[in-house]
């Protein structure tokens, strides 16, 4: 079985994934051209420091991913740091790793620590967006209703709109990153 890091080794920079993308790819590169990761920051000196690598397990078609890696990116470049993507879906005995309650959720980042074990993980969402998503699907009609694909459309549709319109959701998902990421930092 092959290991986190084989496939970190293995895998394509965030930018060579993102400059590949088929889906969302303009909505991605607009959110990862108006983001600006704040200026604080004791996370990016950290990973500055630290210097981990960071596996992403993402595909191009996922809403969250379309937002999330565009955040990411722009954090691996404020810290000089080596990031890399696999694709959930040509290998899925990674994502069946780590899966988020039961389900092959991404992206997921894997931060590696120096022995190549995974230290961290983050993802699919951060809190704060996961309580508000899931707080909409509530509205959602059961899957076996006649509109039910209607209303997804249309729910996948608002909430690509207000991920590529809202920098406060940008940031919400910077923050949560750095929650997750920076006590494993602080203790290497």
């Not at 074990?117 to 998503?133: F, I, M, N, S, T």
């Not at 909430?159 to 319109?165: G, P, Q």
Request: aromatic fraction near 10%; include cysteine; glycine fraction near 4%.
């Amino acid at each position: 079985m092959k290991t986190e890091k084989q496939y970190f080794d293995e895998a394509i920079s965030l930018k060579t994934y993102m400059d590949q993308m088929e889906s969302h790819k303009e909505n991605s590169q607009r959110i990862y051209e108006q983001f600006e990761c704040p200026k604080d920051d004791e996370f990016i000196e950290l990973l500055k420091t630290v210097k981990p690598e960071i596996l992403v397990i993402t595909e191009d078609w996922c809403g969250d991913a379309m937002m999330n890696n565009a955040i990411l990116r722009k954090i691996a470049e404020a810290a000089d740091l080596d990031v890399r993507a696999v694709y959930r879906d040509e290998d899925t005995s990674l994502i069946d790793r780590h899966l988020t309650n039961g389900g092959r959720s991404i992206p997921k980042y894997l931060l590696l620590g120096n022995d190549g074990e995974v230290a961290a993980k983050w993802g699919p969402r951060a809190e704060q967006l996961q309580d508000y998503v899931l707080k909409l699907k509530e509205s959602l009609p059961s899957e076996d209703a006649p509109d039910y694909n209607e209303k997804q459309k249309e729910f996948i549709s608002r909430i690509t709109a207000e991920y590529t319109t809202k920098p406060e959701y940008w940031l919400a998902v910077y923050e949560d990153i750095r929650k997750t990421f920076l006590p494993v930092l602080q203790n290497v």
